[in-house]
């Protein structure tokens, strides 16, 4: 939902980069099913590094807006322009978040795919996964532009999505036992 609501992100790179995530988890539980011995459970921990390097930046970001709340008119159209520019890369923030909390997924396709070996098997697992993919997507969307939760959203989700992106890669690190 904070995806979502930042200006910074486009509805379509949030939808793209949950899918590329999703995609990468999927790639990496099915190398993981037939490597799963040989790879240390920690190195999935590395991944909350993702999200603590998004919402620094994002941090840096605020802080910087804050700096400059008094910009001409004219200085403001530009940097709106820059930052629209920048947000058709944004799907890879998005999937970067997706892939690093995806660790538990990871923890559970692995053993999945390894399991639910044949080509058939897995298209169906891989399809339901998409399918969820789609739903969570559309309700999200559905919550950010809803009149209760659209104005809390578009007023504080910028302030709260570098906090949310940082305690969400310490949980994945903590959750690894990297601490």
Not at 89 to 96: G, N, R, T
Request: charged share 15%; with cysteine; hydrophobic share 50%.
């Amino acid at each position: 939902m904070i995806f979502f609501s930042s200006p910074n992100f486009l509805a379509r790179n949030v939808v793209v980069g949950q899918y590329l995530g999703i995609g990468l988890l999927v790639a990496i539980s099915t190398l993981g099913s037939l490597i799963a011995l040989v790879v240390p459970s920690f190195i999935i921990g590395l991944l909350g590094l993702a999200p603590i390097a998004v919402g620094i930046k994002k941090l840096l970001e605020l802080r910087a807006e804050c700096k400059n709340q008094e910009v001409r008119s004219q200085e403001k159209l530009q940097e709106n322009s820059k930052k629209l520019s920048s947000s058709y890369l944004s799907f890879l923030s998005v999937s970067a978040v997706t892939l690093a909390n995806g660790g538990d997924n990871i923890g559970v396709y692995t053993p999945l795919f390894a399991k639910y070996s044949s080509a058939f098997e897995v298209t169906i697992l891989v399809s339901v996964f998409m399918a969820m993919t789609a739903v969570w997507c559309a309700i999200g969307y559905y919550f950010v532009k809803h009149p209760l939760v659209e104005k809390h959203m578009r007023r504080f989700g910028h302030v709260v999505l570098p906090f949310v992106l940082i305690g969400l890669g310490v949980y994945i690190m903590a959750d690894a036992f990297l601490f």
